[in-house]
């Protein structure tokens, strides 16, 4: 079946991102590849959670096969808001008009060390984003600390092993 998707994605740029990402360990300093570094042309907004998960699954594969010690996590930054909002969204249209300007983005992190599994990011993991079914999501609220009374706002979506 051909693809007539309008977006190329550049597997070089992700197989290249992984290997140099472990070989420097830059996962310590959280060095992230964003979609629209992977995909031309640049991603429209409202396509961003199907192309990321596509790369995230792309990404995931490499890191299982070659990188046993090494987790990928997929996060979407959503709007800041002046005020602590929660889960406002229940389904995949609703959260993508909670995304903020910058696009969504892999990370890889050393098994265990994961940022939603540490106490300090105080993720949650609600029942009620049931996007897809192999794989979890985090929600995370916190307080920006250069922008007074603002609150940012993340989502995690990681592989869900049983």
């Not at 992700?14 to 640049?42: M, Q, R």
């Not at 990928?72 to 903020?100: H, M, P, W, Y």
């Not at 609600?126 to 989502?155: A, H, M, V």
Request: hydrophobic share 30%; glycine share 4%; aromatic share 16%.
């Amino acid at each position: 079946m051909p693809n007539l998707s309008p977006y190329q994605m550049d597997k070089k740029r992700i197989n290249t991102w992984v290997d140099n990402t472990v070989f420097l360990k830059s996962y310590k300093e959280f060095d992230d590849l964003h979609i629209d570094e992977i995909f031309t042309p640049e991603p429209k907004q409202q396509d961003w959670f199907d192309l990321s998960i596509e790369a995230y699954e792309y990404a995931l594969k490499l890191v299982e096969e070659s990188y046993p010690n090494i987790s990928c996590g997929l996060t979407f930054s959503l709007k800041a808001e002046n005020t602590r909002q929660g889960v406002n969204f229940k389904n995949i249209q609703e959260l993508t008009g909670e995304f903020d300007i910058t696009p969504p983005s892999l990370y890889l992190f050393k098994k265990g060390e994961e940022l939603w599994n540490l106490p300090e990011t105080e993720c949650i993991s609600p029942g009620n984003i049931q996007f897809l079914n192999n794989y979890i999501f985090y929600y995370s609220e916190f307080e920006l600390k250069d922008i007074k009374d603002e609150f940012g706002r993340t989502l995690w979506c990681t592989k869900k092993y049983t």
